[in-house]
Every structure is written in C-alpha cells, then in structure tokens.
C-alpha cells in the first residue's frame, strides 16, 4: 500500500513539475505594420529600440513576439550584460516596459528578469 501511494505522489509531482516549466509558444511577428499600442509604433518601429534602466542603455529590442502571429505581447530583448542584467536573449512581457522620455523603459528588476523565458531562435 505504501508503495502505491509513493508511485501516486511522484506521478502526481512529476505533472505538477511539468505544469511548472512549460513555456509559451512564442510567434514572431514578422507583418512589420502591425502595431504595438503599447507604445503607438510598428513592429518594425519598436525592433533596434535601445533598452533602459537606471538611466543607462541595458540591451536593445531584437525581436517583438505575441501568442499569435498579429498580436504583439511580448519583447525580446538582447541584454548586453551590463545594469546587472546576464548577457542573454529573453522574452519580456510587454507590461514591463514604459516609454518615457522618448526611451524604452524597463520597469522590473534583473531577479525579475532573469526568470523570463530565454528567446532561443
């Protein structure tokens, strides 16, 4: 009986541990007049922005991604490794961001940012 309620509870894990790291199917968004209203420009508008924080150049936008091919809801943003922020590729939701001053603001933390989804492309 033991045994039976061990298998139970490591299978039982196991799904919620799958449940865990599951990761969105990202679409790059590829139509470069799609709009991102976020910031009232075009995908091909918002792609090379520079990224900051603190005041100082983070990374830049390298591609705009969304759960579909037409809605933009997401950046990837290619860090440059400075700001504290690892020199890597991530998807950042778009309620990270500001635009403020004529600047593409992120507005979370690198501990917050390091547990976005690596852009692997």
Same mark, same amino acid.
């Given at each position: 009986?033991?045994?039976?309620?061990?298998?139970?509870?490591?299978?039982?894990?196991?799904?919620?541990?799958?449940?865990?790291?599951?990761?969105?199917?990202?679409?790059?968004?590829?139509?470069?007049?799609?709009?991102?209203?976020?910031?009232?420009?075009?995908?091909?508008?918002?792609?090379?922005?520079?990224?900051?924080?603190?005041?100082?150049?983070?990374?830049?936008?390298?591609? $705009?991604?969304?759960? @579909? #091919? =037409? /809605?933009?809801?997401?950046?990837? !943003?290619?860090? &440059?490794?400075?700001?504290?922020?690892?020199?890597?590729?991530?998807?950042?939701?778009?309620?990270?961001?500001?635009?403020?001053?004529?600047?593409? $603001?992120?507005?979370? @933390? #690198? =501990? /917050?940012?390091?547990?976005?989804? !690596?852009?692997? &492309?």
């Amino acid at each position: 009986m033991f045994a039976k309620k061990l298998s139970i509870a490591l299978v039982a894990s196991g799904l919620l541990a799958g449940t865990a790291i599951a990761q969105t199917a990202w679409v790059e968004i590829e139509n470069d007049n799609v709009q991102v209203t976020e910031f009232g420009a075009s995908v091909d508008q918002v792609e090379d922005w520079d990224v900051f924080a603190g005041g100082a150049k983070i990374g830049e936008v390298e591609e $705009v991604v969304g759960t @579909d #091919a =037409a /809605t933009p809801t997401a950046l990837v !943003v290619d860090f &440059d490794g400075s700001g504290g922020f690892a020199d890597q590729d991530l998807v950042i939701p778009l309620d990270q961001f500001a635009w403020e001053n004529n600047q593409l $603001v992120l507005n979370a @933390d #690198a =501990a /917050t940012v390091g547990s976005f989804e !690596v852009w692997d &492309d």
